[in-house]
């Protein structure tokens, strides 16, 4: 679509520029008036860039820092566009008055904001693309060659396009019950992706858990898309609706990951998944508490009593921007901004129980008491028992780290300090981070048509992040499978 604007905008300007007619002076008006409604939306978007990351950290501009990495695309050859169109324009103003006048010297200025534009858009997905992800280091020289060939050739070829692809569409199971509180008749659900028909199976499984800040959102939130694409290359996904808070505190959340990785194992013949081939993810919190029970697959604290015993270790583990240090969250960007000061002394429930959607303002401390049992000062203990970095031994499985270099939830330092662990450890570790990237960088793409195999003209099927990662994700997976 883009290249569709650009052979129209070329051809009309072709047609004016020779045709040595001249532009009236409402069409002019018209035209100045529509680029720079355009002008202004597209700096809104790329000045997200210099604003938020060089100057400051407004808050007031986390819609737009949230949602940039989706329009980068758009703004680089929309940018470039409208800087064309604005030369061409006052051009042509200059043509029919032999002088600028007011109406030229806006051209030239709305022109000149689109190279802007057009230079910070490109110079960020140049940035993410090329942000490197290191598998010589965790899996040796020879990593590629332990791929086998038909995996290879099911894997994204490159780290990012503006060209759509298309995946067969797969199977899909909506609400298996994989467990069952005990005492309760409270049964956890999850939706299985399987593969396609035609597509032979990989063996392994992806179990992910969805970001949801400890308290909001459900399966099916953000994802999709990906599990689309991974569905597609043999992979069984399994998707869990885990209990949320205050119903679950941050252990009983990793029980219920454990609990769907036993009931994985143990209905792996059923969905052609080799047991010892379980891989765990999550994005956000569901990234904290899939590292968390990946790491401690045998801590009491973390293990509901009914898997004593049980087999929960994974052969890897993958986390979008998850929190690795609570403590780090708790005095961070939106940690800090969310605090009132306020003590809470009892669990409330922040999200609607139909939707798992916030419904209402919330304080740091009050969704610190859901979770955490209170402030850091007030109960030390579970700060330290969620500190990620604790749990890393040399027997952690190999781990796959997303992650925004300017991230307003998480503090990037201390997922820094994570993978440093990991790598004291001789774990494993390939980490990826993503220049001038915020929190959350696949959601806004995946929650359009566009992530779901259509295109929209304002923006590539994923955006650079996303389809970056989505490409690291392929080749980490498919390592799992040897």
Not at 165 to 176: C, L, M, S
Not at 199 to 223: E, N, P, Q, R, Y
Request: charged letters at 15%.
């Amino acid at each position: 679509m883009a290249f569709l604007f650009w052979i129209a905008a070329g051809i009309l300007s072709a047609w004016l520029i020779l045709s040595g007619k001249s532009l009236p002076r409402w069409s002019s008006a018209v035209a100045l008036i529509v680029l720079s409604a355009i002008t202004l939306f597209f700096a809104l978007f790329s000045s997200v860039i210099p604003f938020r990351y060089i100057v400051g950290r407004p808050i007031i501009i986390i819609a737009l820092r949230l949602m940039m990495p989706a329009f980068s695309w758009a703004l680089c050859w929309g940018g470039a566009l409208c800087a064309f169109i604005s030369f061409v324009l006052a051009f042509l103003i200059w043509r029919g008055r032999r002088r600028l006048g007011f109406a030229g010297d806006l051209s030239i200025f709305l022109a000149l904001v689109n190279i802007v534009t057009f230079v910070l858009a490109t110079q960020y997905i140049v940035r993410v693309v090329t942000a490197p992800a290191d598998f010589t280091s965790a899996f040796g020289p020879d990593w590629q060659n332990r791929i086998p060939a038909t995996q290879t050739r099911k894997m994204l070829p490159r780290r990012w396009s503006p060209f759509p692809f298309r995946d067969p569409d797969p199977g899909v199971e909506r609400d298996v019950a994989f467990a069952t509180i005990p005492g309760a008749d409270r049964k956890l659900l999850a939706d299985l992706w399987l593969p396609p028909q035609a597509v032979t199976s990989s063996g392994l499984a992806l179990i992910f858990f969805h970001g949801s800040a400890w308290h909001f959102f459900d399966k099916g939130i953000g994802m999709d898309p990906t599990f689309h694409h991974l569905a597609a290359q043999g992979h069984v996904v399994m998707d869990v609706s885990y209990r949320l808070a205050p119903e679950a505190d941050l252990p009983g959340m990793v029980g219920d990951v454990k609990r769907a990785v036993a009931w994985m194992k143990a209905n792996s013949a059923r969905y052609g998944v080799n047991p010892e081939r379980v891989v765990a993810g999550g994005a956000s919190a569901g990234g904290q508490i899939a590292t968390l029970a990946a790491y401690s697959p045998g801590l009491p604290e973390f293990t509901p009593p009914e898997l004593t015993g049980t087999d929960t270790s994974v052969r890897g583990v993958v986390s979008y921007y998850g929190p690795s240090d609570m403590r780090a969250y708790v005095n961070h960007e939106i940690g800090r901004f969310s605090s009132t000061g306020v003590r809470a002394t009892q669990k409330v429930v922040l999200g609607d129980p139909a939707s798992h959607m916030p419904n209402g303002p919330m304080s740091l401390e009050q969704m610190m008491f859901n979770v955490m049992g209170g402030m850091p000062q007030d109960a030390p203990q579970a700060y330290d028992l969620a500190e990620v970095r604790s749990h890393v031994t040399s027997a952690s499985p190999p781990t796959l780290i997303f992650q925004g270099e300017f991230d307003c939830v998480i503090q990037t330092a201390a997922v820094r300090n994570l993978a440093a662990a990991l790598r004291s450890a001789r774990v494993p570790v390939v980490y990826v981070e993503f220049p001038e990237t915020d929190h959350g960088f696949d959601v806004a793409t995946s929650l359009n048509p566009a992530g779901r195999g259509g295109y929209l003209p304002v923006e590539s099927q994923y955006s650079p992040p996303t389809e970056t990662a989505l490409y690291t994700l392929d080749r980490f997976l498919a390592i799992m499978q040897r």
